[in-house]
């Protein structure tokens, strides 16, 4: 992990850069991290396995909330990478973050920053393998890459989905953002314990790691919903080169969703995280075998059919044009 | 590479971040990383060897200048990662990068950042393997996670160096501090190519992949100058637990460290990234025939004794005090 030595150091801030790594993150450091102390972390890949990467930023005000609890914020930042690892059916192994740090940034906000990375580690088996920690004049912004591995060539990808295919989705949709809205717009109304499990969903959300590499072999393409459900099927649309029809009656939703404008909403609002995927009729029994051992739903909500884009049916069975952007009704 | 969907989306971005990424970034995508198109690339890691990691951020106004041409601007970036890449002996793979722009960067800007991450891919063998762009209120922020590799257990570590070895450094000290000042302050003085050289030096540094190479199993501690060489030093000190002696009369010093200060200054001041290195006694003919390889100048300029901490002695053999924020005079 290194402090960078910038042009004019940052005033005011009462530990040095060297000395927040070595308090708080060195820690964190797992074997081949050398505790932070070296150039770069030295890892010894599996044999036989292939290594997985992907980068996500954070950034308050935008992507979290200036008064979510810094924990929680260390808990996203996690969570949103290795729900991408999750989406490939990998494993996590390790993380190297960047943090930029407001000046006025208090002690204790760090404090608590790391104590969620450490619960986010034992959570998820993955340990800190480097980063960078810079002073910014701009709002806090965090970023992180996750390394995760998979046996060779067992990679989900987005592409591979076939017509006939059918389309499932785990956990259910729309709890995020109704949590976002309580949060930000002061949204009324739902049961109190609905309520509460919105605004973790929204702060916390889980990857589904044991979920996706249960799906290696078994689905046919995978993505994690994090732009909204409709959004991330059209990126396994374009990709698999295939039309996904969605059947809006069968996406298990919130029970806040109504909250936020029904089905129709929940399926275009973001940060749910949860692993929408395909797989081949048949395969049915072994799917739900692998979520029950998951300890998370799997709904089967659509099929895959020839052709390209996404097609949204309500119970009425009237189509719902949809496109990337959002959603329309005809 | 994915575009966060933010709770307000940039207005007034002429090009949405999926449109950025597919004209600028999916070109330099290498092979693992589907055209940035999937939620994670997958790498296959040379059997027998170990794969190394390390982050490094940079920001506008802090680590570099706001007027720093685009082009450069990536050139560094990419330079500081596999320079320390090159500080453990490892080869570059790739790299995934995470991209804050301010609302209002042009798109010629962006273009000519990506055209300065083709150059640098060229230069160093690295491809791009993900990232994430996301947009900011602050100053323009760049992190960059590198990723190398190097035959199992041949990693240069900062630990090692033993009382007798010698201790080297490659190129030449200050230019880069000179460059700074030229830039930044109006630096005046010294010969116009040796003013060229000294800017370059400072927004496109050169990280040593292939001496850092040919180091394996002949340096017994490495580091790469990034905090000055003073700093850099302290650390090989403390991680080798030695004492390291330096004579600030064989430091090869910028022609231009007279403007800075002298060579005392020139030792203190950063961002040079060369490697310093200690080596035992009797590996001199190996040494120089890699550094003739590597087309790098090496330098003896001190030695490893018994102890802890640096001491810098100056030509007239007087003791210079110095310690890791700075150098002081007795």
Not at 161 to 166: F, N, S, T, W
Not at 203 to 222: D, F, M, T, V
Request: with cysteine; net charge negative; aromatic share 6%.
């Amino acid at each position: 992990m290194s402090a960078h030595t910038p042009l004019d150091p940052a005033p005011g801030r009462r530990l040095g850069e060297f000395d927040l790594i070595a308090r708080y993150f060195a820690p964190l450091a797992g074997p081949g991290a050398f505790c932070l102390g070296d150039d770069a972390a030295v890892l010894t890949p599996t044999p036989g396995w292939q290594m997985v990467f992907t980068t996500d930023a954070i950034i308050s005000g935008i992507h979290f909330l200036a008064d979510d609890p810094a924990a929680d914020v260390a808990i996203k930042l996690l969570a949103v990478n290795l729900s991408d690892l999750a989406a490939m059916g990998a494993e996590g192994v390790g993380y190297l973050i960047t943090t930029a740090w407001p000046r006025d940034l208090d002690e204790a906000w760090i404090a608590e920053f790391a104590q969620g990375l450490a619960e986010g580690q034992a959570a998820y088996s993955v340990a800190l393998l480097g980063g960078d920690t810079v002073a910014t004049g701009g709002p806090l912004s965090l970023s992180l890459t996750a390394i995760g591995e998979l046996p060779s060539n067992s990679a989900l990808r987005r592409k591979g989905a076939r017509a006939g295919d059918r389309i499932y989705v785990s956990g259910r949709i729309g709890d995020a953002g109704a949590g976002l809205r309580i949060l930000r717009d002061g949204l009324k109304g739902g049961a109190a314990t609905d309520r509460r499990r919105a605004v973790e969903r929204y702060r916390r959300p889980q990857p589904r790691l044991a979920l996706g590499r249960s799906l290696r072999g078994l689905a046919s393409a995978c993505i994690d919903v994090s732009d909204g459900l409709v959004a991330d099927l059209a990126h396994l649309a374009e990709q698999s080169a295939a039309r996904m029809i969605l059947q809006l009656d069968r996406v298990p939703v919130s029970p806040l969703a109504s909250l936020i404008g029904g089905a129709a909403c929940a399926i275009v609002s973001g940060d749910d995280y949860e692993l929408l995927f395909a797989a081949a009729p048949g395969n049915e029994k072994q799917l739900f075998a692998a979520a029950r051992e998951a300890e998370v739903a799997v709904t089967c909500i659509g099929e895959v059919v020839e052709g390209q884009g996404v097609e949204v049916f309500d119970r009425l069975g009237n189509a719902i044009l949809v496109d990337r952007g959002g959603y329309r009704h005809f």
